[in-house]
């Protein structure tokens, strides 16, 4: 089974805004840069992946062991437009870049627990959000991150006709997007 990812990284710079009131702009920076470097080393030391794909708005972002598709659109339009550029054949796994404590061993977890028939989806911890999707590419639907995403996506499951299943693995679901999120994560962020 060939698996490519997908991850979407806004610049640093603008990375993090709902932190402005705990992390000055360059700790904001670093930290998101942080985030996306383990997130990637996890997946590379997972050997899950054929490709990684990042999926940003900054042109000069390039990290050893990944390709860079650059576009200025909106979230859920840039990852459509990643998807079709690199026509992946088999497996699309989307996973955002803010999971500090993610190891090789849960994204391992997460393609053993892979079905086929399926959309196999990761909530947030609180079942707002969506984390990551995995899923055949021949399934054809439309793309909902952001607010409230998680029910979005079932709604939109449900008008295709596909079935889902969530997937509960902790380190997957635990994101970073608030103050009290940075509380209880920063412990996983190297450096």
């Known amino acids: 089974m060939g698996i490519s990812a997908f991850i979407p990284v806004k610049k640093f710079s603008d990375s993090k805004l709902r932190l402005t009131s705990i992390l000055n702009p360059e700790e904001r920076e670093q930290l998101a840069s942080k ?34 598709f650059v576009t200025k659109s909106l979230l859920n339009d840039c990852l459509a437009e990643a998807i079709l550029f690199c026509k992946p054949k088999d497996i699309i796994l989307i996973m955002h870049a803010d999971l500090p404590a ?36 021949s399934m054809s639907f439309e793309l909902k991150f952001g607010l409230n995403s998680f029910q979005l996506f079932l709604d939109e499951f449900s008008s295709k006709n596909y079935k889902h299943q969530n997937i509960m693995i902790n380190a997957l679901k635990d994101d970073l997007d608030s103050e009290e999120d940075y509380f209880k994560l920063i412990k996983y962020v190297k450096g």
């Not at 990042?54 to 990290?63: A, S």
């Not at 959309?119 to 055949?136: P, R, W």
């Open 35 to 68: 985030m996306v470097n383990q997130t990637i080393d996890a997946l590379k030391d997972s050997n899950i992946c054929n490709s990684i794909t990042l999926v940003t708005n900054d042109p000069n972002l390039h990290i050893d062991g990944t390709e860079t």
């Open 102 to 137: 993610i190891k090789k061993f849960d994204l391992q977890k997460l393609k053993d627990c892979f079905n086929n028939d399926v959309i196999n989806i990761v909530s947030d911890a609180k079942e707002k959000g969506t984390n990551c999707l995995m899923f055949h590419s």
